[in-house]
């Protein structure tokens, strides 16, 4: 029975060797060899726009304008870089710092001339990857050190390195998912109802959104329950769910199929109701922030919003390996069709004490690939 569960505090023990501390050339090295890395990623995109850069995101900034920020990010990373020196700790993180970013000065640095770009549908959104790493880092990292749920959960936690490979694979890939989602939704034309689209569209923006929100949830909730209860999808998803310590990269761990699928199907409902740009541009930045949000280390209470919307402590119950949490908690944008599909699981006063799958899945990028091929195979 349900309600017979004993909960039990998570036990978190602070990993001393993987934190970062103020002084030991620590941050000073991982800030050098971020910014390194994504300054030389820039200047590649500002001298291959074509190939590295992505058509439907390049509308909405100003290249020439970003460049300052990349000057800034160069100058800070060999800053840091001799920092990490100077504390005479992480040298080698420096060193590597200051060598790619060197490269990118040598490549041209933040003066490469912005003109206009060739448009090909299919590159690799190396822009995308450095904004939403930038924007990413900066929002929720200084919202999980303010309102950690975990204190004791480090950055650096184990497999950070895993999820930050999903995370480039899932944003270099983002025009590939838009081309294959557009592609997938052109299937439904038959659906398409002038009726529908001009009554959404004579409704107020936020209605509309909410509209959107809705639908969407409804497309993603049947999509996530049946990835979950139908046996032969279960190992796609599975690779979402090996997540054992969540944080805003954590989120990023999903199988490439799960990620194709999932962004293809919540296009169909975005695609028949057709509804003012504004709205489904207020949507794609709500979902995408509520996504990452969701898998936060955050302790926030979130009130009353908590039995409306999806919070972390929500969907940290449906990664959760206890009995009472298996299989619940679908939604991803409201509580509402858990609640009305029978699947809500949120017991406000407790969270989880563990996280992951039930059988362990192989722990490397490959070996996470091939699994669902692996576990269908040893079935046979
Ligand atoms: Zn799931
Ligand atoms: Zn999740």
Known sequence: MKHDYSYR?????????????????????????????????????????AY???????QAYDAAFLQQFLKYGMYFSLFFGILSFV??????????????????????????????????????????LILA??????????????????RNQVVLRPEWGLDLLYFCFNHLAISAILIY?????????????????????????LLQVMVIILCADFVLYWEH????????????????????????????????????SERAM????????????????IYVAFAALQAILIHCNLGISFGPLKYILVTPQFHHWHHSSEKPAIDTNYSAHT??????????????KHWPAEYGTTVRLPRSYIGQLFYPLSKHLKKK
């Open 9 to 49: 505090e998570r036990q978190q023990e602070l990993d001393s060797g993987r934190q970062f501390r103020l002084g030991d050339g620590k941050i000073s090295g991982y800030c050098s060899v971020a910014l390194g890395t994504l300054s030389l990623l820039a200047v590649l995109a500002y001298l291959y726009p």
């Open 52 to 58: 590295l850069t992505t058509i439907e995101l390049r």
């Open 87 to 128: 504390l005479n700790g992480y040298k080698r993180l420096g060193a590597a710092g200051i060598v790619l970013t060197l490269i990118a000065f040598a490549l041209g640095g933040y003066s490469i001339p912005v003109g206009p770009v060739e448009p090909r549908r299919l590159s690799l959104g190396v822009d995308w």
């Open 133 to 150: 790493f930038m924007g990413s880092s900066a929002i929720f990292m200084t919202l999980e050190k303010l309102f950690p749920k975990y």
């Open 181 to 205: 989602g557009n592609y997938h939704a052109s299937h439904f034309d038959w659906a398409l109802s002038e009726t529908v689209q001009e009554a959404i569209r004579s409704v107020p923006l």
């Open 225 to 260: 329950r049946l990835y979950h209860e139908v046996q032969l999808l279960w190992p796609i998803h599975a690779v979402h769910h090996s997540i054992e310590h969540l944080d805003w990269l954590a989120g990023s761990r999903g199988h490439f199929i799960q990620v194709f």
């Open 266 to 281: 919540v296009m169909v409902p975005l695609y028949l109701l057709g509804a003012d740009q504004a709205a489904l541009d």
């Open 335 to 348: 509580v509402l069709f858990d609640r009305l599909f029978g699947s809500y699981h949120m017991p406000v």
